[in-house]
């Protein structure tokens, strides 16, 4: 069956056109070379090509005043809006909430040439009945404020219009508007001149006026590209505009009006994707199979979802030597975003923290950017890691740029990206966009240009972009704030697209759907056909109703759903292979949805057409790390070899307890010493908050421990000593907390950080009033300090079944003292605790004492850490007994005083059998750790850490 450029084709030659007359035109440019080859193939010659351009081209050819930029017009809005809303006006960033939209509206006022009086005083009607309230009989001032911009929007279009009078400038939508009543300017150079439109589906009505008009003066034709079974169904989207044009046109119907669907054959494969990238690899493998290298030129991508471009060209077969990519890459979905977002993060983080210094999450953004990386040499990776490190290592928030080691040009780059604006500066919109030019200007001559082309195109269409914007800024001189410059920055880039090239008529061609628009194809493969990709889900921006813009003839969604309608039905007329793919991958708020499209493929067409074949098929990435497999470390030579050089060198209570929480957590933190990724910290952590004060505590009695050589060794702590510390504590606090982010003491004058000093100050003092107290409550009792901090260790053998194994036990007590002749030692906790916390249970149901224990152990981590510091404490002291007291004393809740191991085992009642009953559990625990039929495995009642999960 004859393909749309080929009709019009063959229909030029049989009616012998002059072709220097004849001036064809399009809604789009791609099909311009589609239609020269056919006349080519036509004529069988070389031909004078008629004059071949898109509708927009044509209009702007013929209208004298130029047209507008948006953003000037809108800055040229916003000068009509400060002189009429006067005293009322709140500013450019109130302005920009709705300024966009009214112009928006006004050039489709125009476009559709409606008679704005009765347009506005339907609007105002309107407005009226939305503020009225039923028995008021009064209006708020805010109502009255409301209906006073109403009253004056004709105010604003005529102001608006005078102004682009003056300018000699002119919208586009008023552009056509004046061409459809100046078309005698089309024959004023050849009076023979005649048009074919082709291809056209929703019109406005200027667009039809102008085309009605030279139908009737004999001047032009029209060619649409139609099938019978959407046409005649007064009912179908598809036809919604073309059944009204065709009678308008009084258009033939043996000349429009065919039978794709009935006349021809079709295959159609409806794929539903679990993952939405699996519709790349769909795509893939499709080309790879299914069509053959001679066919590639007949074979189109559509990409009806445009985020898919990217997936889409990464996995394209290596077999496919040609491919034409006429969808351009919108830059808003390029790595530009982040560098934008970047820029004016860096600049508000300024502004939020109240320094010119670099904050580190933008300077680890920047490092890691793709612009920067292209940029980086081998020896500035390295010194950039090694820099990353000193961050994190220092706690490091803010960095001056000093303290970058990093090659000149880099050095250079950081420097113009992280320079404070000057927002005081009225001029600053204007210093800030050199500013972003120059970087521009840097990284396009810093990357190279063999191994990073598509960065490179990406900074030159941004650049080229920023200099409109910047001649608009040089033109106006509104107060901007930040936010209002950010929003009207990333406005005038972010519509802007990086340009594909390539072959437009050999090889494999990938479109977006406005682009197919004439065209047909043999194969047709369909990526992203969900509902809200296709069609569009976006909503109209207006400030015009609904059921009011119907009324005058002005789109609505109903509308945009039937002209993207008709482009999915017309890809279908002369397609033989169609393979069309829908992601139902899960999102948050629901599952992707396949497009209205695809459902009416199914239950119309297939149906209706037996000629028509369709077949549903799922598709689904395997999923190579199945969360319901558990996984498993086997325990090798190497690894027992591990774990003999671990516990020779140091273990701890909280290692085993880790041990008995989750084994293969155990694993990874201590037998292959991954531990926890450290960071940076802009808030004070529990543990390191827990530190702070444990040091100042330390440093308050260190002077007093029988251990040291403090001034005031040995002796007895006193009230009066209590008092003291109480009036040196704060600056030793304070100082651990200044110490902790690097001697900058601003990082604790407000925010999180200000209330974590606060609440340990508070918790320190709290401390050593209770300290205070139990002293004045014992008068005759003494209290002696041991020591504190102390570093303990313990040598424990351990007998295997083939072998010993040594285990080194390491541990830091916090405090041992001596009060009321009793040792004691206690350990401080940020954490909570009470009385369970610290007990062992009796035997109970015919358990053992050893069962019982273990049990504890591996549910209370406060009663194994405290056995552990008893049997280090015996170490170092074998001659002396246990300590008489081992207990917690919990930052959380200190009104309860210290928690003191309770031990309820009638088998162990004393200290002597309840620490020989713990050394036996250890040995049981070390031995099921060296046991080589046991795996290291996710405990699945424990928490999966950031290695398990």
Wanted: proline residues 3%; glycine residues 4%; charged residues 25%.
């Amino acid at each position: 069956m004859e393909k749309f450029v080929d009709r019009i084709a063959n229909h030029i030659k049989l009616k012998d056109y002059v072709l220097t007359d004849l001036t064809i035109v399009l809604p789009s440019r791609r099909a311009k070379k589609y239609i020269q080859k056919a006349l080519f193939e036509q004529y069988d010659r070389a031909v004078f090509s008629p004059n071949i351009l898109t509708i927009d081209e044509w209009v702007k050819n013929y209208t004298p005043q130029s047209i507008i930029d948006k953003t000037w017009a809108l800055f040229k809005l916003y000068e009509i809006h400060e002189k009429i809303s006067g005293p009322e006006n709140k500013g450019l960033d109130e302005f920009l909430k709705w300024g966009r939209t009214l112009l928006s509206d006004f050039d489709e006022i125009d476009r559709y040439l409606i008679e704005t009086k009765q347009l506005f005083v339907n609007l105002l009607d309107v407005k009226e009945l939305e503020a009225w309230n039923v028995g008021e009989d009064e209006l708020t001032d805010a109502q009255k404020r409301f209906l006073a911009f109403w009253e004056t929007l004709p105010d604003y279009y005529k102001a608006f219009k005078e102004m682009l009078k003056q300018e000699d400038a002119i919208n586009m939508g008023a552009a056509y508007a004046n061409f459809s009543q100046h078309l005698h300017l089309l024959f004023e150079e050849n009076k023979n001149a005649q048009f074919i439109f082709a291809g056209f589906n929703a019109l406005s009505k200027a667009e039809e006026s102008i085309m009605l008009q030279l139908k009737k003066m004999g001047k032009a034709e029209i060619f649409i590209d139609v099938d019978e079974f959407y046409m005649k169904d007064h009912n179908h989207e598809a036809g919604m505009f073309l059944r009204p044009l065709a009678k308008s046109f009084e258009l033939k119907k043996e000349a429009y009006m065919k039978s794709h669907y009935a006349s021809s054959s079709k295959k159609i494969e409806i794929i539903n994707c679990k993952q939405s990238t699996g519709q790349a690899k769909t795509i893939a493998t499709l080309l790879k199979n299914e069509i053959q290298p001679k066919d590639f030129s007949d074979t189109v991508v559509l990409l009806a979802d445009e985020n898919m471009v990217v997936p889409v060209l990464k996995n394209i077969p290596s077999t496919i030597k040609e491919a034409n990519i006429t969808l351009g890459l919108p830059l808003k979905n390029t790595s530009l975003r982040a560098w934008v977002d970047m820029i004016f993060n860096i600049q508000e983080n300024f502004r939020r923290f109240s320094t010119k210094s670099i904050y580190y999450k933008d300077l680890l953004k920047l490092i890691k950017h793709p612009f920067m990386l292209a940029v980086l040499s081998d020896t500035d990776k390295l010194q950039l890691q090694t820099l990353e490190d000193k961050i994190v290592h220092n706690n490091w928030l803010f960095l001056k740029l000093d303290q970058i080691k990093i090659s000149k040009n880099v050095k250079e780059l950081i420097k113009l990206i992280t320079q404070a604006w000057n927002l005081q500066n009225e001029k600053y919109t204007l210093e800030a966009l050199g500013v972003v030019r120059k970087l521009n200007d840097l990284l396009y001559t810093s990357i190279d240009k063999e191994e990073h082309t598509l960065e490179k195109a990406i900074i030159y269409n941004f650049d080229a972009s920023l200099v409109a914007l910047q001649n608009i800024l040089e033109s106006f001189a509104p107060k901007i704030n930040f936010n209002s410059f950010k929003q009207i920055f990333n406005e005038h880039w972010s519509t802007q697209s990086l340009a594909y090239f390539g072959n437009p008529l050999d090889g494999l061609q990938i479109m977006g759907l406005l682009e197919t628009r004439l065209l047909d194809f043999k194969n047709l493969l369909v990526v992203g056909l969900n509902e809200g990709s296709m069609p569009p889900n976006n909503p109209i921006q207006t400030l015009i109703p609904m059921d009011l813009r119907r009324y005058h003839g002005l789109p609505t969604p109903r509308e945009k759903q039937g002209l993207f309608a008709h482009h999915v039905y017309r890809l279908l007329h002369h397609a033989e292979n169609v393979w069309i793919t829908y992601s139902s991958a899960e999102r948050r708020m629901g599952v992707d949805e396949a497009s209205r499209y695809v459902h009416q493929v199914k239950l119309e067409l297939s149906r209706q057409f037996p000629n028509i074949s369709l077949v549903e098929r799922d598709y689904s990435i395997e999923d190579t790390q199945q969360s319901s497999e558990t996984i498993s470390v086997e325990k090798s030579p190497a690894i027992l070899a591990r774990l003999d050089e671990y516990f020779g060198n140091r273990t701890s209570a909280s290692a085993l307890n880790k041990y008995l929480q989750c084994p293969l957590d155990f694993y990874y933190r201590y037998v292959l010493g991954f531990g926890e990724e450290k960071e940076v910290e802009e808030e004070i952590e529990a543990n390191n908050f827990g530190s702070f004060i444990h040091n100042t505590l330390e440093t308050l009695l260190k002077p007093f421990s029988r251990v040291g050589d403090g001034k005031r060794k040995g002796q007895n702590v006193l009230p009066e000593d209590i008092d003291q510390m109480l009036k040196t504590y704060g600056p030793i606090l304070q100082k651990e907390f200044i110490a902790h982010f690097d001697k900058h003491k601003e990082y604790l004058e407000t925010g999180k950080n200000f209330l974590s000093l606060t609440v340990a100050d508070h918790l320190v003092k709290s401390i050593l009033k209770a300290q205070k107290e139990e002293l004045i409550s014992n008068p005759t009792a003494q209290l002696f300090i041991e020591e504190v901090e102390g570093e303990f260790t313990k040598e424990l053998t351990i007998q295997l079944e083939k072998s010993e194994k040594l285990v080194k036990f390491v541990g830091f007590i916090d405090r041992i003292d001596n009060f009321e002749d009793e040792v004691r030692i206690i350990d401080y906790k940020s954490g909570t605790c009470n009385t369970d916390k610290v007990k062992i249970p009796s035997t109970r149901g015919g358990n053992s004492p050893q069962d019982v224990l273990l049990n504890v152990l591996s549910k209370k981590h406060y009663v194994f850490q405290l056995l552990v510091y008893n049997m280090l404490y015996k170490s170092r002291y074998p001659q002396k007994p246990y300590p008489g007291k081992t207990g917690i004393l919990s930052m959380v809740n200190l009104k309860d005083g210290i928690f003191f191991l309770d031990n309820k085992l009638k088998e162990a009642a004393s200290m002597d059998d309840l620490m020989e009953l713990f050394e036996e559990c250890l040995q049981q625990i070390i031995a099921e750790i060296y046991d080589e039929t046991i795996p290291f495995e996710h405990n699945p009642d424990a928490q999966y850490c950031q290695y398990c999960g």
